[in-house]
C-alpha cells in the first residue's frame, strides 16, 4: 500500500513540468490528497489539494495561478500540471493521501495515511 510520485526533472525558468502520483494498493477516490514541497535548508510546505471528487481545489498562494492540480480516480492517480516554473519552485515534492473527511479539501489536524517518497524538482537556466 503506497503512494508513488512522479514527473519531477530539471527544467528551464519558464518550463513545465506534470507531476503524477499513483496509489497501489488502494483505492485513491476514497482520499483527499495534497501535495507538499521541500527545498533544502526550509520547512515543507503545503502546495495544493484536491478532494476525494475533485470538485474541491486549494492553492497555496505562491501558486498564484501557475499550478492546476487534478485526479483521475479511473487510474487511481492525481496528478500536479506545473507551469510557468521558477527557481524558487525547486524543491522534493511529496504526494500524501488523507482518508479522514475526504469530501475537504483541508482537514485540521492535519493527518495523512499515506506519503510518497518524493520527486525532484529543479528550476534552473
Known amino acids: 500500500v503506497q503512494v508513488v510520485e512522479s514527473g519531477g526533472g530539471l527544467v528551464q525558468p519558464g518550463g513545465s513540468l506534470r507531476l503524477s502520483c499513483a496509489a497501489s494498493?488502494?483505492?485513491?477516490?476514497?482520499?483527499?490528497l495534497c501535495w507538499f514541497r521541500q527545498a533544502p535548508g526550509k520547512e515543507r510546505e503545503r502546495v495544493s489539494c484536491?478532494?476525494?471528487?475533485?470538485?474541491?481545489?486549494y492553492y497555496a498562494d505562491f501558486v498564484d495561478g501557475r499550478f492546476t492540480i487534478s485526479r483521475d480516480n479511473a487510474k487511481n492517480t492525481v496528478y500536479l500540471q506545473m507551469d510557468n516554473l521558477k527557481p524558487e519552485d525547486t524543491a522534493v515534492y511529496y504526494c500524501?493521501?488523507?482518508?479522514?473527511?475526504?469530501?475537504?479539501?483541508?482537514?485540521?489536524?492535519?493527518?495523512?495515511?499515506?506519503w510518497g517518497q518524493g520527486t525532484q524538482v529543479t528550476v534552473s537556466s
Open positions: 484536491i478532494n476525494n471528487n475533485g470538485e474541491g481545489t
Open positions: 500524501a493521501a488523507r482518508q479522514r473527511n475526504p469530501w475537504a479539501v483541508l482537514n485540521f489536524p492535519e493527518e495523512y495515511d499515506y
Open positions: 494498493g488502494f483505492t485513491l477516490d476514497t482520499y483527499a
